[in-house]
C-alpha cells in the first residue's frame, strides 16, 4: 500500500508542525478531545453526587449534635434570625465541616438549619 503524499518527507514535517490546524481536522483528536471532556465530566458529576450522599447522612446528625447543646433553643432562636449569609458561623465549625476538609460546607449548613427550623412534619419526610 502506498502512502498519501501528505505523510511523506517534507509534507510530514509541515503538517506535524502544525498539528493544531490537523487536529482540528482530524476526527481521532477530536474523540480523544472529547472523551477527555467527556470524563471531566462525569468526574465532576461523580463528585457533586457522592457530596449530596454524604450531605444527606450527616445532616439529621448535625441537626441531633446541635439540639443536644446546653443552650440549643437559645441558638436556635438566634439561628433564625441570622442572614443566611452568617448561618455557617452560627454552628460549631466541627458540625458542618465535611469529612476530609477544612472549612465549613455551605451545602451542609443550609439542610442542617432546614432540618433545625421545619416544622415536625415536614422534618419527616
Known sequence: MQ?????????LKRLLARRSRWCRRNDLC?????W?????????MAKERSELAVIAVLAPVCADKFRALPD?????????????WKRRDEFPKE????????????????ACYTLLLAPKSAAIK
Not at 477530536?30 to 472529547?34: E, M, R, T, V
Not at 440549643?72 to 443566611?84: F, H, N, P, W, Y
Open 72 to 84: 440549643a433553643e437559645a441558638k436556635q432562636v438566634a439561628l433564625s434570625k441570622v442572614d443566611s
Open 95 to 110: 458540625f458542618v465541616t465535611l469529612p476530609g476538609e477544612s472549612y465549613p460546607s455551605s451545602a451542609l449548613v443550609h
Open 3 to 11: 502512502m498519501p503524499s501528505m505523510l511523506e518527507g517534507e509534507s
Open 36 to 44: 477527555l471532556v467527556a470524563r471531566s465530566t462525569a468526574d465532576k
Open 30 to 34: 477530536w474523540l480523544l478531545l472529547g
